[in-house]
């Protein structure tokens, strides 16, 4: 005998089930819009999202020069820290590939540039995905550690000196302020 109330009804499941699922589209919708606007104001406000993005490139390297002096026997730390790089750098990467860049290649014309960025962004994921699958005690893993922190931080100077200064000079103020909006989106999505 089925009860026509309360909350085994279909009525009480089906509002379950609805509210559940409106807290989960909401869960992975407002983050990154309340990011891009919040990115969006600071911009409007005089704040450069060139700075926010070398503001990540500090953090990555800070990760980086951690990972590089751990101890052979620390496999635990260097576990953290590699999903802590990770995350890190997978966020900033999806937002430079999918904002920066493209901006880069058609504002400020550099499609070269552009171009080598990406592949650059493509060797981090390799040396990554290298310094996952290796056991963290493995003596090659710091080796190859050393080689993501040097791809890592030539990128990060190109980035800087380079590429940076000449798309900031590319863009209009209105442009500067959908930059920032949107890498904030673009970070949010996997932070």
Same mark, same amino acid.
């Given at each position: 005998?089925?009860?026509?109330?309360?909350?085994?009804?279909?009525?009480?499941?089906?509002?379950?089930?609805?509210?559940?699922?409106? $807290?989960?589209?909401?869960?992975?919708?407002?983050?990154?819009?309340?990011?891009?606007?919040?990115? =969006? $104001?600071?911009?409007?406000?005089?704040?450069?999202?060139?700075?926010?993005?070398?503001?990540?490139?500090?953090?990555?390297? +800070?990760?980086?020069?951690?990972?590089?002096?751990?101890?052979?026997?620390? =496999?635990?730390?260097?576990?953290?820290?590699?999903?802590?790089?990770?995350?890190?750098?997978?966020?900033?990467?999806? +937002?430079?590939?999918?904002?920066?860049?493209?901006?880069?290649?058609?504002?400020?014309?550099?499609?070269?540039?552009?171009?080598?960025?990406?592949?650059?962004? $493509?060797?981090? *994921?390799?040396?990554?995905?290298?310094?996952?699958?290796?056991? *963290?005690?493995?003596?090659?893993?710091?080796?190859?550690?050393?080689?993501?922190?040097?791809?890592?931080?030539?990128?990060?100077?190109?980035?800087? =000196?380079?590429?940076?200064?000449?798309?900031?000079?590319?863009?209009?103020?209105?442009?500067?302020?959908?930059?920032?909006?949107?890498? $904030?989106?673009? *970070? +949010?999505?996997?932070?």
């Amino acid at each position: 005998m089925a009860r026509s109330g309360g909350w085994f009804s279909m009525q009480g499941m089906a509002a379950f089930a609805g509210g559940a699922a409106l $807290a989960v589209i909401a869960s992975r919708l407002l983050p990154p819009l309340v990011a891009q606007m919040a990115g =969006t $104001a600071r911009a409007s406000a005089g704040r450069d999202p060139f700075d926010a993005l070398a503001d990540d490139h500090r953090h990555i390297l +800070a990760l980086l020069s951690e990972m590089v002096r751990t101890p052979i026997d620390a =496999t635990v730390r260097r576990t953290q820290l590699l999903l802590r790089l990770k995350r890190r750098l997978a966020a900033h990467a999806v +937002a430079e590939e999918d904002v920066v860049y493209p901006m880069l290649r058609d504002d400020a014309h550099l499609d070269e540039d552009a171009r080598r960025l990406y592949g650059e962004h $493509a060797e981090m *994921k390799m040396h990554l995905f290298a310094l996952e699958r290796m056991a *963290k005690d493995d003596p090659r893993w710091l080796a190859v550690a050393h080689e993501l922190k040097h791809v890592v931080t030539e990128h990060i100077r190109q980035e800087e =000196t380079v590429d940076f200064p000449s798309l900031r000079r590319a863009l209009d103020e209105r442009a500067v302020v959908s930059l920032s909006g949107n890498v $904030a989106r673009e *970070k +949010a999505l996997l932070l």
